[in-house]
């Protein structure tokens, strides 16, 4: 948590203010007594990690399952992404106006993971090593543009379910191999055809949350423009259109909520060849 609120503060102080409001870290009883974080792993702990706002006090609640992972970097600058969306939303008189779409709650999220990236090094930060750093850096950056093909075979896959109800568990396997084939190419699963067959229950939105995944992909192609913007006009532009977008909650339509933030709601070729493009570009400049 104290690595977390350092690495805001070098990209925004007024992200670190934010952050720091919620603790330091140190308080694991979840949320008894008012408290903000519930961080540790342990015996007995649900899985996952999420963020909740609590609107009575209008203050919002971060859980996460920390193991010492690269894992835990990339979940705990997410959930302070929506954190700040709720901070920053919850003075609207009307509740309902203080949530925002799904679909730009992620932005809010995803939009940390990769605005903070360089900011993750330093004596006080998580990779003082550059090394590690550059690592940890190009694993983000290669998974916020192959999460889209994920996206894109899962959001597929489910809809085939749903539209044909009398399938075969074989068709099943044998339609997400096709979609595989389709959207997740270039890997190799000789020796291992059974695990690559039943590959979708790695996600769990298959059953408990019909047709809900595809808004992470919409949400991750607003999140990199604006990590393209922190790139092209600095991080300063790209934090205050971050900042005036999450202030607006959910008191506009989605589409407006993206223009309001300086991203287009686009998801053709041209929007996604382009971002893809600056990513390659970025990850050639980092080590192997």
């Keep these: 948590m104290q690595k977390a609120i350092a690495a805001f503060g070098r990209l ?40 909740y706002m609590r609107d009575r006090i209008r203050q919002p ?21 929506h954190a700040f969306h709720s901070q920053l939303s919850r003075e609207d008189p009307l509740v309902g106006y203080r949530h925002a779409p799904i679909e730009f709650c992620e932005v809010a999220s995803m939009a940390m993971e990769l605005m903070t990236m360089q900011h993750w090094g330093g004596p006080d930060g ?16 290669q998974g916020s543009v192959s999460l889209l093909a994920w996206i894109a075979t899962i959001d597929a896959f489910q809809h085939w379910i749903y539209t044909n109800p009398e399938h075969t568990a074989d068709e ?19 020796g291992l055809d059974a695990e690559h067959r039943w590959l ?45 977008g ?19 709601f686009d998801f053709g070729a041209e929007t996604v060849s382009r971002l893809v493009e600056r990513v390659e570009a970025a990850l050639a400049k980092l080590p192997d």
């Excluded at 096709?178 to 959207?183: K, Y």
């Design 172 to 190: 099943r396997c044998a339609h997400w191999l096709e979609l595989e084939s389709r959207f997740g190419g270039g890997v190799d699963w000789s």
């Design 12 to 51: 925004d102080p007024r992200l670190a203010d934010m952050l720091g409001e919620l603790g330091d870290g140190s308080e694991s009883r979840g949320s008894r007594g008012g408290a903000c974080l519930d961080l540790d792993s342990r015996k007995g702990k649900a899985p996952g990690g999420y963020q």
């Design 246 to 264: 999450l202030s607006i909650g959910g008191s506009r339509p989605l589409p407006e909520l993206f223009e309001s933030t300086g991203l287009a």
């Design 126 to 141: 998580y990779y003082p090593d550059e090394a590690d750093l550059g690592r940890a850096m190009r694993k983000q950056l």
């Design 61 to 81: 609640f971060i859980f996460m399952n920390a193991a010492g992972l690269h894992r835990d970097v990339e979940t705990m600058v997410h959930e302070a992404g």
């Design 200 to 244: 979708w229950h790695r996600q769990p939105h298959l059953w408990g949350h019909p047709f809900y995944y595809i808004e992470y992909g919409i949400a991750q192609l607003g999140a990199l423009q604006l990590w393209l913007i922190s790139l092209e006009q600095g991080e300063q532009a790209a934090i205050d259109l971050y900042i005036k």
